[in-house]
T-cell receptor, first 114, second 115 residues
């Protein structure tokens, strides 16, 4: 079985300040982990993925995440928030090598204040 | 390449009716998955099709069904609609590689409202 817990349902940051969105996972086997972003009335877009290669993963738009097996965490960070980053972010887990059935976290709504 | 397309984008139905949603995957993709997104339950996996066969199924009642055609286009059907079926239904398509991660590309979704 597998699951993800997103520790914050809402995060607010000021433009230009760092972003931290927290995600813990549970998996009985080696997982693949992802972060997706969803802008209002849009589909889901893949930000980055961890598939057992480097533990520090860089994604699009300046986002990155670090896989920490000892802490079962996969937190998403960005050094400097931009207004266009305001959206909902989902942490996702799937069995390694089988990305067809994704298990989503409950989502974190990111607000960026001017 | 064109992205994943879903039709219709918006739909209003009444309880007891049935509905069919359509998804056209990215050209060359043979895997199509469906997800339901609601404020209360979040994003939940419905089912996945590959080469016209259902390969995976989530924990939804039998009122939810789907199929895939030889051109990889997929439809999902919900019969005897209930108020709780109001949701955004997302379709995702993916390549099929024997190893490594098959990235899934999502469509914009169909917003279903049941009155």
């Amino acid at each position: 079985a597998q699951s993800v817990t997103q520790l914050d349902s809402h995060v607010s940051v000021s433009e230009g300040t760092p972003v931290l969105l927290r995600c813990n996972y549970s998996s009985s086997y080696s997982p693949s982990l992802f972060w997706y972003v969803q802008h209002p009335n849009k589909g889901l877009q893949l930000l980055l993925k961890y598939t057992s290669a480097a533990t520090l993963v860089k994604g699009i738009n300046g986002f990155e995440a670090e896989f920490k097996k000892s802490e079962t965490s996969f937190h998403l960070t960005k050094p400097s928030a931009h207004m266009s980053d305001a959206a909902e972010y989902f942490c996702v887990v799937t069995p390694s090598g089988s990305a067809r059935q994704l298990t989503f976290g409950s989502g974190t709504q990111l607000t960026v204040l001017p | 390449k064109a992205g994943v397309t879903q039709t219709p984008r918006y739909l209003i139905k009444t309880r007891g009716q049935q509905v069919t949603l359509s998804c056209s995957p990215i050209s060359g993709h043979r895997s199509v998955s469906w997800y339901q997104q609601t404020p209360g339950q979040g994003l939940q996996f419905l089912f996945e099709y590959f080469s016209e066969t259902q390969r995976n199924k989530g924990n939804f009642p039998g009122r939810f069904s789907g199929r895939q055609f030889s051109n990889s286009r997929s439809e999902m059907n919900v019969s005897t609609l209930e108020l709780g079926d109001s949701a955004l239904y997302l379709c995702a398509s993916g390549e099929t590689r024997t190893t490594g991660y098959n990235e899934q590309f999502f469509g914009p979704g169909t917003r279903l409202t049941v009155l």
